[in-house]
């Protein structure tokens, strides 16, 4: 089973299996003086090859290095940036148009073949590339898969000039521009490729791509990576000539570098933080929406967790509000539906009276449902999640009247491994980050029969029917309805308890201004300037 975006940790969000990839100064990490250069802390990216990047260290270089084909406005709708249209009649042959003028960083034009030598090699299952399954959607896709796949090129795509390509589904698709914003979809040149269909090994020690932002020597590994601005990009100018993305492995001490004006920018204040930011760091203290989604998930195949009143009567008994406060100090929203409010179609509190706190209601259906005299919560140790789930512990051991326990996995990937081998982990803490801003992102993966990461069991033919109609709807308001009604289901199935939504908390020095961060929590690294 594959893994999307789920999040390995608490307030980080868009990684797949990574939790926070070391963070603390690393390299040559203290200072920035002497230095003209915008500072960012990342961790170390695990990739930076376009379709082999599924977290937020390394997409957030990437934004600098390419521009997407499309972007997302206030309201979350997608624009187009690198093309000029893209365009379908039935949403399942779609055709997209290149803005011309856009050239990658050793000059050469960027052509549509560029983007479908890129997509062929991420789909190419012999490649490894984490990004792959995003071009499950493009017909011709299987044949690409296995270990002997009978083709190296999708039969969806087609070159048809040079500034444009068809890309043709294996079935409509309506959310297809949208998604198109994502990181496995930028296209890559001729110069990354030592033959057909083969990626050099160095080009990913220095990406060449056609954003506003070019790289300044090499990537130099759990230290930094460099970029500065590429004169001949075509779109919106950055403000700032030079970013290092200097790379931590203790966000506690990315936190004093930046209270100490030794780091520009720290995308994520450390949670042991949360109480004194506001007045450590004064107006430099920041935060903005951002789309991941905390939940606890049920072994719906087990017959302890098999009935969805024994699951309400859970989620009934525990204070998300009061855990949000004392643990998350308000840094994150409690969650009573099951996608972001970030995007078109939420509804507040779809999870109906199962998502509201009501502890007498909640003991007396668990014990007429025949709930379990035993719950166990299982969580990754590597996450930061001890804090909220001995609060949740304790408030079910109150409000039910079993046992309850907590039990630390010591990865993310040891969780995800007992869980896909359905070997009895109890009840399990999940995180969600979108890839594009589409319900679908959050229902289909999560839930379907089929999803890539579903990993609890559940299975409803009435919510795949509707999620798979949303999809082929033909506009976007019918698309929308059919969610909405997909995730009615879910609130009576109740297979997840929602918890919280979260936050970009963020601080930066006094030395730079205009410092935004995105839904996927990357810096507007177009926006930001030095302070006067």
């Not at 896709?141 to 796949?149: F, N, R, S, V």
């Not at 932002?213 to 460099?226: L, Y």
């Not at 009840?427 to 969600?432: A, E, K, T």
Request: with cysteine; net charge negative; glycine share 8%.
């Amino acid at each position: 089973m594959r893994v999307r975006r789920l999040a390995a940790w608490t307030a980080l969000p868009l990684a797949v299996t990574l939790g926070l990839a070391a963070c603390g100064s690393g390299g040559d990490g203290g200072s920035s003086s002497g230095s003209s250069a915008v500072s960012i802390q990342i961790a170390e990216p695990k990739h930076l090859v376009p379709t082999n990047t599924t977290e937020t260290s390394g997409a957030q270089v990437l934004t600098g290095l390419f521009a997407p084909l499309v972007d997302y406005d206030a309201q979350n709708k997608p624009y187009e940036v690198a093309a000029d249209s893209v365009t379908s009649s039935d949403n399942k042959v779609w055709t997209v148009k290149l803005k011309d003028g856009y050239t990658f960083h050793n000059g050469e034009k960027v052509t549509a073949e560029d983007y479908v030598n890129a997509w062929n090699y991420g789909a190419y299952a012999p490649n490894g590339q984490d990004s792959n399954y995003f071009f499950e959607k493009i017909a011709g896709y299987a044949d690409l898969q296995g270990k002997a796949p009978k083709a190296k090129e999708m039969s969806g795509l087609k070159k048809v000039d040079d500034l444009t390509f068809q890309v043709t589904l294996s079935e409509p698709y309506i959310d297809f521009r949208t998604m198109l914003g994502y990181t496995a979809f930028y296209p890559m040149p001729d110069a990354a490729f030592s033959a057909p269909g083969v990626l050099k090994d160095s080009y990913e020690q220095a990406p060449i791509g056609q954003g506003p932002f070019k790289m300044k020597g090499t990537w130099q590994h759990d230290s930094k990576i460099e970029v500065e601005r590429y004169d001949a990009y075509p779109g919106e100018k950055p403000k700032v000539k030079d970013i290092e993305f200097r790379i931590y492995q203790q966000l506690t001490a990315a936190y004093a570098d930046v209270q100490a004006d030794n780091l520009d920018v720290l995308p994520t204040i450390p949670t042991e933080s949360l109480s004194t930011a506001p007045a450590d760091l004064g107006d430099r203290y920041k935060t903005s929406p951002m789309s991941s989604f905390q939940f606890l998930a049920f072994p719906t195949f087990d017959k302890d967790y098999s009935n969805p009143d024994v699951r309400k009567a859970i989620s009934m008994a525990i204070d998300r509000d009061e855990i949000t406060k004392s643990v998350f100090k308000g840094s994150q929203q409690s969650a009573r539906s099951f996608v972001s409010p970030v995007l078109p179609g939420y509804r507040d509190n779809t999870a109906g009276a199962a998502g509201e706190f009501n502890p007498t209601e909640a003991k007396k259906l668990y014990q007429a449902a025949g709930g379990p005299s035993k719950i166990v919560i299982s969580y990754n140790g590597d996450g930061g999640h001890k804090d909220w789930v001995d609060a949740t512990v304790n408030q079910l051991k109150a409000n039910l009247g079993v046992d309850v326990v907590g039990s630390a996995e010591p990865k993310f990937a040891d969780l995800l491994t007992k869980v896909e081998k359905k070997q009895p982990v109890g009840m399990f803490r999940m995180g969600w980050v979108m890839d594009y801003p589409t319900m679908e992102d959050y229902l289909g993966p999560l839930y379907s029969t089929n999803g890539s990461s579903n990993y609890y069991g559940y299975s409803n033919p009435e919510f795949d029917k509707l999620v798979k109609e949303g999809s082929a709807a033909k506009t976007q308001d019918e698309a929308i309805a059919k969610y909405q009604q997909a995730e009615d289901i879910l609130a009576k199935d109740m297979p997840v308890i929602p918890l919280r939504f979260g936050e970009n908390v963020f601080g930066h020095s006094s030395k730079v201004k205009n410092v935004e961060m995105d839904l996927f929590q990357r810096v507007n690294l177009v926006k930001i300037e030095a302070a006067s």
